[in-house]
């Protein structure tokens, strides 16, 4: 394997791994949110939600997705990096479903597909753009 082709399968992994952490650390927050203390327009609603342990995990895994999308960022164009992430709107589409027993209309699930396919159409393009 070249150089170029080990850039792009490490540049593979820090995109899965930021649609991972981004799905992951939304998904806790929406369970502790749907499961917990109930959020108020008090101050101090707000400190017991963050101190639920799925919500603060769920903040930890998107302090993590910050991070690894900075390095993503470092890595790829941000051409290839926004459409390549937002394969993550599908999964937390598919999560909400099934986890957390949301409904999801036809049209949102239209607008998921559409995402789907951008996503794949970009995925298949290198990550950085060659001047």
């Known amino acids: ?3 170029g082709a080990g850039n792009r399968a490490k540049t593979l992994i820090v995109s899965l791994v930021v649609v991972l952490a981004n799905v ?3 998904f806790l927050m929406g369970w502790g949110l749907k499961h917990g203390p109930p959020l108020t327009a008090s101050p101090l609603s707000y400190l017991r939600v963050m101190f639920d342990p799925f919500v ?3 903040v930890l895994l998107l302090i993590f997705w910050l991070l690894s999308r900075i390095t993503l960022l470092s890595r790829a ?3 290839f990096v926004l459409p390549v992430t937002a394969s993550g709107y599908v999964l937390s589409v598919m999560t909400g479903w099934l986890f957390l027993g ?3 209309s036809p049209s949102r699930w239209t607008g998921t597909v559409l995402i789907l396919l951008g996503t ?3 995925g298949g393009t290198p990550p950085r753009s060659d001047r």
Do not use: P
Request: with cysteine.
């Open 1 to 3: 394997m070249g150089a």
């Open 24 to 26: 992951c650390g939304n």
């Open 56 to 58: 603060a995990a769920g």
């Open 77 to 79: 164009d941000l051409s």
């Open 102 to 104: 949301e409904y999801v």
């Open 120 to 122: 794949l159409l970009v």
